[in-house]
RNA sequence: GCAACCGUAGCUCAGAUGGCUAGAGCGCCUGACUGUGGAUCAGGAGGUCCCCGGUUCAAGUCCGGGCGGUUGUACCA
């Protein structure tokens, strides 16, 4: 009979101990960070209908690429989350009793069907906080602290860190400013370069794509950025990517404005408001920044936390004003030996109009979202989280089954004092049961048999300190005979022994 | 979605121009005191060489198609 290949869908993992262990920590910490600001928990379920969560069902008969989605029973299309704020924009929607402003907190797993790349999955976690109902930029200053303090509870140091804001309501007064606030237009010829030369393209260009392109500067450059706002740009695997065509002068706008750059808030408020003109929309955005930063001012969050860059732009989606990007600024090598920055692990911004698609009226909203498991990945790289993969503390050892039942009292009392103890419940001698322990990364291990039974006592051994020591024994009749590691104790001296070690190992 | 590269043991890989009974390191299992982790030593298990078809006396190796993976790019809430 054929049997059944155990295998996993594409981009799904399965997570064990060590790490699940380490984001519940985090996750915890986290916690501790958003409920000191006074937001409160809220959770919904994993599946809504397609239309609650967006923009997906254009007119076509499918919802776009990019979910997880399928038909109900009754032919109507219901899709796995792809983030935690369209759940919320529901809920404040189905629920006007809520309290207002509604400040909630939310993590869990969400999905994407897209190409997962390395650290990249289609089920992640995501741990948001957002306040619904203050419009007002102090809310978004408060944002920014929250993200801050969040990076600096789990561990990331000041300056190894920054909060990065930028205004939606500024890129589009450029956008206003160049003319090309309303592009919709298609462009088409045949590819110039490349190994598709001479191939002929058609794509449709708005102003979105403006925005697309000047989201890549990390990635390509500024050069990059220039060819994709005019005639297109080759990247390295030979694809080509069809450029918007805007006129000199736009592009010299566009670039003018990217270079907004200053040490300072204030400076580069000051520079942008130059920049922007008369565009009402993008002088409304240099003033929200203006208050944000008055607010963190005045708070003590100066430049080396969070810094105004206008090349943040933050995706397309559906941001209606401030936005807000934590990156994490150390050096880290790649696969390939190029070091890079480690990039965004948290991101959000305002929006204004998200509930307003349920209710008709504009109930404004701003916050952001970790990246848990991306975070996780940087702390794992810091060495700013302990890889433990055992809850037990004390492994005890059945080394005679006639004593099965002592092994279980043992056990027994220790957790009555609170301590993790696991008796080994397979079959094996000693040294199988000492390997698992090892394995599973236990600290301690309790032996006892009939010697220890008649006298009153038990040998504990401190596994991490004998994996330590075996580095310098050579020879296997010196590990064996002389035990290192493990002591002899009375039996009434268990606990304290035990907590001995564990407080070396700062696990009580 | 598009493009390039890749697919041999649980893992990392070796197997010039087609000629094997397909190998190595690590890992895994057993043993070296039936009361002790590591190192060492001695054994052992483990492969339809991704799948299907073609060329050939002969295919892990060449060709075609599929599937899967990696990377880049597009999209990205």
């Not at 929607?93 to 400040?103: A, D, G, N």
Request: aromatic residues 10%; hydrophobic residues 35%.
């Amino acid at each position: 009979m054929a049997r059944t290949k155990p295998r996993l869908y594409r981009g799904f993992r399965d997570v064990f101990a060590a790490d699940v262990l380490a984001r519940n920590r985090m996750i915890n910490t986290v916690r501790q960070v958003y409920e000191r600001y006074g937001f409160v928990p809220l959770e919904t379920p994993a599946i809504e209908y397609v239309e609650v969560l967006g923009k997906f069902l254009p007119e076509s008969t499918q919802p776009d690429g990019g979910i997880f989605s399928l038909h109900n029973e009754d032919e109507e299309w219901i899709a796995l989350r792809y983030d935690l704020t369209a759940p919320l924009s529901r809920v404040v929607s189905m629920y006007p009793e809520l309290p207002r402003p509604f400040r909630r907190y939310q993590v869990g797993p969400v999905y994407r069907f897209e190409k997962p790349g390395p650290g990249r999955f289609r089920e992640f976690y995501q741990f948001d906080f957002d306040s619904v109902g203050v419009p007002r930029a102090d809310a978004d200053a408060e944002i920014c602290c929250v993200m801050a303090d969040t990076l600096e509870a789990v561990g990331i140091q000041r300056g190894d860190y920054i909060i990065k804001v930028n205004d939606r309501k500024i890129l589009n007064g450029i956008l206003e400013l160049t003319g090309y606030n309303n592009l919709d237009k298609i462009v088409e010829g045949d590819i110039p370069i490349g190994p598709a030369k001479g191939k002929p393209y058609r794509r449709q260009i708005t102003s979105d794509d403006i925005f697309r392109a000047i989201d890549k500067l990390d990635k390509v450059g500024i050069e990059g950025v220039e060819l994709l706002l005019t005639g297109g740009r080759l990247d390295e695997s030979g694809d080509y990517t069809p450029g918007c065509e805007l006129s000199d002068d736009a592009l010299e706008k566009i670039l003018g404005y990217l270079n907004a750059k200053k040490d300072s808030r204030k400076e580069v408020c000051d520079l942008l408001a130059e920049t922007i003109g008369d565009s009402e929309i993008g002088k409304e955005g240099v003033e929200e920044l203006r208050t944000i930063d008055s607010h963190l001012t005045a708070l003590g969050y100066d430049e080396s936390r969070v810094i105004f860059d206008p090349t943040v732009v933050r995706g397309l989606s559906y941001y209606t004003g401030p936005v807000f990007e934590g990156e994490l600024t150390f050096e880290v090598t790649d696969e390939s030996g190029n070091s890079k920055s480690f990039g965004s692990v948290f991101g959000g911004g305002r929006y204004d109009d998200l509930v307003k698609r349920f209710t008709g009226q504009m109930i404004p909203a701003t916050g952001a979202s970790i990246g848990v498991d991306r975070l996780l990945a940087a702390l794992k790289h810091l060495g700013r989280i302990d890889t433990k993969s055992s809850t037990a503390h004390v492994l005890v050892t059945v080394m005679d089954k006639n004593f099965r039942t002592e092994y279980h009292k043992l056990a027994h009392s220790l957790r009555q004092q609170g301590i993790n103890t696991e008796v080994y419940m397979a079959g094996g001698n000693i040294g199988k049961q000492l390997k698992y322990a090892d394995k599973a990364n236990i600290p301690i291990a309790i032996i006892a048999g009939d010697r220890e039974f008649e006298d009153g006592k038990l040998q504990i051994k401190d596994l991490w300190l004998g994996r330590d020591l075996s580095e310098e024994v050579e020879d296997r009749e010196t590990w064996r005979t002389e035990r290192p590691a493990q002591f002899e104790i009375n039996a009434d001296e268990l606990l304290e022994n035990v907590k001995t070690i564990l407080n070396q190992y700062k696990l009580l």
